[in-house]
């Protein structure tokens, strides 16, 4: 039984912290956040108004306004990770003699991660105004679909460049914008998305080595003890082979900490490595979120193949210059904006 009240906890856990990865996602229209609007609805009938108006406001202020509430959750979550990692998996792992640079590894990534952290969230993402605005409209060809020459921020009372968007958090538009991300608190566009794409990586390699680790260390705990050749008594008295299901409970109520852990730290690397191919395919056609997003609407071609009656239909990207040109436009941004932010 309580066994069963661990795994139960475990598991609410674990499933809300996948609703959250996926509620703050940034895409305003996923699956997740319809499904949220749909109970919202139906609990209307039943909830106060008083109480649903205060809900309102918070959930709001949460996820519409800019706060440094999922900052906070960021470094906290990071640290119960490092604390537990560091007080019994790397004092256990040292003394069945892992490998000192394999142990040190999640505290060197932790280091670059930080850095990439700070970086992302302090720096300017590339925000449009005045003084900057002739330069950066001359930076990318409007394609005519997802981009049209004309369009006017009604808050900003600029026009639009290509590939820019007004962000409602932070209120400025910023060029080459990809997506507002919680998590640091700032936008992501032309000048900080390397940080950004820096600081995904780091993380999803982060929680990698930190799962290996330590699912390295219960596998060598269980070849040590020879559990695998042994047998228990059940509840009917009746002796039995260990099985997995038995080893999983023993490690469970064992190393409870560990294996909390574990999993943990393992749906964060399947959701964030996911991610990160995602984005990765994002910097290699030279598409940003918010172009990739908007594209799904109007269909996608990649190559220049389309009719004149077309092409006001289906949206292709322009803006690629092959995989090595892709690159380097996010490392390295023109230079004319470079040359703005040093002025």
């Not at 649903?52 to 990071?78: D, E, G, I, P, Y």
Request: hydrophobic share 45%.
């Amino acid at each position: 039984m309580d066994f069963l009240t661990l795994f139960l906890v475990y598991s609410w856990f674990v499933l809300s912290a996948m609703a959250l990865l996926c509620l703050c996602s940034g895409q305003r229209e996923s699956f997740l956040a319809r499904s949220a609007s749909a109970v919202s609805q139906a609990l209307s009938f039943v909830i106060p108004a008083q109480l649903q108006s205060v809900a309102q406001r918070v959930l709001h202020r949460l996820f519409h306004t800019r706060s440094c509430l999922f900052v906070v959750l960021h470094v906290v979550l990071q640290a119960a990770v490092y604390v537990e990692y560091t007080w019994e998996v790397f004092v256990y792992c040292w003394e069945l003699q892992f490998h000192l640079l394999i142990l040190l590894l999640p505290y060197l990534l932790l280091a670059g991660n930080v850095g990439c952290f700070i970086l992302c969230s302090r720096a300017n993402p590339g925000v449009i105004t005045k003084s900057n605005h002739a330069s950066l409209v001359k930076i990318y060809a409007y394609d005519g679909v997802l981009f049209q020459k004309g369009i006017v921020c009604p808050t900003c009372d600029l026009e639009k460049p290509a590939r820019s968007k007004h962000c409602s958090f932070c209120s400025t538009c910023v060029h080459r914008f990809d997506h507002h991300c919680v998590w640091v608190n700032n936008c992501i566009g032309a000048s900080n998305a390397k940080y950004f794409f820096l600081y995904l990586f780091t993380l999803t390699a982060m929680a990698a080595t930190t799962a290996v680790i330590s699912a390295a260390f219960l596998i060598q705990v269980v070849l040590l003890s020879g559990m695998m050749h042994g047998s228990y008594i059940d509840d009917q008295e009746q002796e039995r082979a260990v099985d997995i299901l038995f080893l999983i409970q023993h490690l469970f109520l064992t190393f409870p900490r560990i294996v909390f852990m574990l999993g943990f730290v393992i749906l964060l690397t399947l959701v964030l490595g996911a991610y990160s191919c995602f984005n990765l395919y994002l910097a290699l056609t030279n598409q940003t979120s918010n172009e990739w997003y908007k594209s799904r609407r109007h269909g996608c071609c990649h190559h220049p193949t389309l009719q004149p009656h077309d092409r006001q239909a289906v949206y292709k990207n322009i803006y690629s210059k092959g995989v090595w040109g892709n690159l380097m436009e996010i490392f390295k941004p023109p230079a004319v904006l470079e040359s703005k932010k040093r002025t």
